[in-house]
Nanobody
Framework: QVQLVESGGGLVQAGGSLRLSCALS????????MGWFRQAPGKEREFVAA????????DYADSVKGRFTGSRDNAKNTLYLQMNSLKPEDAAVYYC?????????????????????WGQGTQVTVSS
């Protein structure tokens, strides 16, 4: 059973930075394409970033491109999201997720429905 645990959220001023981490246990981390999603109060969950199983490809939502950087360390079974130049509109609960086995990354990296495993989320609050 795959388990995902996020950490690193918190309160930061606009323009500041945070680094989120997501540790996977229960299965081989390098087998999974991984993603970050976020959900603000009253809004639907939205795609933020994704990274292929090898780390060879990363993709971002337009709203975070150039500010956020996704990475992974397969030796440590950990996914990261470096968030710079944070804005108040980035405030949300951030979730990491692992794609279901056999999912083709290129067509599905932004689709929440293609992720079979989710963490519990970590809150990011950005003050203006």
């Amino acid at each position: 059973q795959v388990q995902l645990v996020e950490s690193g959220g918190g309160l930061v001023q606009a323009g500041g930075s945070l680094r989120l981490s997501c540790a996977l246990s229960g299965r081989t981390f390098s087998s999974y394409n991984m993603g970050w999603f976020r959900q603000a109060p009253g809004k639907e969950r939205e795609f933020v970033a994704a990274i292929s199983w090898s780390g060879g490809r990363t993709d971002y939502a337009d709203s975070v491109k150039g500010r956020f950087t996704g990475s992974r360390d397969n030796a440590k079974n950990t996914l990261y999201l470096q968030m710079n130049s944070l804005k108040p509109e980035d405030a949300a609960v951030y979730y990491c997720a692992a794609q279901s086995s056999g999912t083709y990354y290129s067509d599905n990296y932004y689709k929440a429905t293609k992720y079979g495993y989710w963490g519990q989320g970590t809150q990011v609050t950005v003050s203006s």
